[in-house]
């Protein structure tokens, strides 16, 4: 996964389809970003970029009572896990994404695959295909940027795991501004016809799930079975502008499919048919 997606859904609206009972979205939480966010945490984003904010569902039981049963929560997260154990906040940038033949064995991933696992919502996600016939105007394969969504229209609910990292410069740990809360996209092999456009591919978990994945109380060794792959054909994709591929782009017009007189050395993932003569 190449590190962009699109979230375009509403909070209310995640609320329903995800079945959450405390909407935390409006709560203060701690950015890393130098500069405010656009478009801010939590309205719709059609160019989510690692280190942003980006609506989050998790299962906790309530701060008040944590013996009580796991309540499920909708939260603002930054893209990028930022282990409990990190000196700084830095690293966080390099681990957006999990590989899931590793995650149970790495440190940085093992114990939030325990017991702090997340459902990341999404319109769907972009990545780049390496042109096999043209080159940019550097003289390397050109990239071409395709858009994955699901084929149903339903939200894409990429499995993710959360961490969360305190900052001991700041002396009251009740300050929301003490605690930074990351997570990481978990990602395997593309299925046939994705890998077309790239061989890793996050992984999407069924509705059916979404329950088990959620719950604090499952056991890893379960829940990877949860991650194993799914049959092909949930996915529709289509090559879109390559504006994207800037971070300070925005807007609906992002996920409109480029017409196929601008394609230069695509290649079809439905067909394998290369379309676009190198100009």
């Known amino acids: 996964m190449c590190g962009r997606?699109?979230?375009?859904?509403?909070?209310?609206?995640?609320?329903?389809?995800?079945?959450?009972?405390?909407?935390?979205?409006?709560?203060?939480?701690?950015?890393?970003?130098?500069?405010?966010?656009?478009?801010?945490?939590?309205?719709?984003?059609?160019?989510?970029?690692?280190?942003?904010q980006a609506p989050v569902v998790l299962e906790r039981p309530p701060r008040d009572d944590r013996d009580a049963p796991a309540v499920r929560q909708l939260r603002l997260l930054t893209?990028?896990?930022?282990?409990?154990?990190?000196?700084?906040?830095?690293?966080?940038?390099?681990?957006?994404?999990?590989?899931?033949?590793?995650?149970?064995?790495?440190?940085?991933?093992?114990?939030?695959?325990?017991t702090r696992r997340a459902l990341v919502p999404a319109r769907g996600w972009y990545e780049w295909q390496v042109s096999p016939t043209a080159l940019d105007a550097k003289g390397k394969p050109r990239k071409q940027p395709f858009f994955t969504a699901r084929v149903d229209g339903a939200s894409v609910a990429m499995a993710g795991l959360y961490e969360f990292w305190r900052d001991r410069s700041v002396a009251d740990p009740d300050d929301p501004m003490a605690w930074l809360t990351t997570f990481t996209v978990i990602t395997g092999p593309a299925?046939?016809?994705?890998?077309?456009?790239?061989?890793?591919?996050?992984?999407?978990?069924?509705?059916?799930?979404?329950?088990?994945?959620?719950?604090?109380a499952t056991g890893a060794a379960e829940v990877m079975g949860l991650l194993e792959p799914s049959p092909p054909g949930r996915f529709t994709a289509w090559p879109v502008s390559p504006?994207?591929?800037?971070?300070?782009?925005?807007g609906a017009h992002l996920l409109d499919p480029l017409p196929e007189d601008q394609l230069v050395g695509v290649v079809d993932p439905v067909t394998g048919e290369v379309i676009g003569a190198p100009r």
Do not use: C
């Open 191 to 216: 299925e046939p016809g994705l890998d077309r456009i790239h061989d890793r591919a996050p992984i999407v978990l069924d509705p059916r799930h979404w329950d088990a994945w959620l719950d604090p």
């Open 79 to 114: 893209w990028g896990l930022v282990p409990s154990w990190a000196k700084d906040t830095r690293g966080g940038a390099r681990m957006i994404n999990a590989r899931v033949e590793s995650v149970a064995e790495k440190p940085s991933f093992a114990k939030a695959l325990a």
């Open 5 to 52: 997606y699109a979230a375009t859904a509403n909070p209310d609206e995640l609320v329903l389809e995800f079945e959450v009972d405390d909407d935390r979205t409006g709560e203060p939480t701690r950015s890393i970003l130098v500069s405010p966010q656009e478009p801010p945490p939590g309205r719709p984003d059609h160019n989510v970029a690692p280190t942003k």
């Open 243 to 250: 504006a994207v591929s800037s971070n300070r782009s925005n």
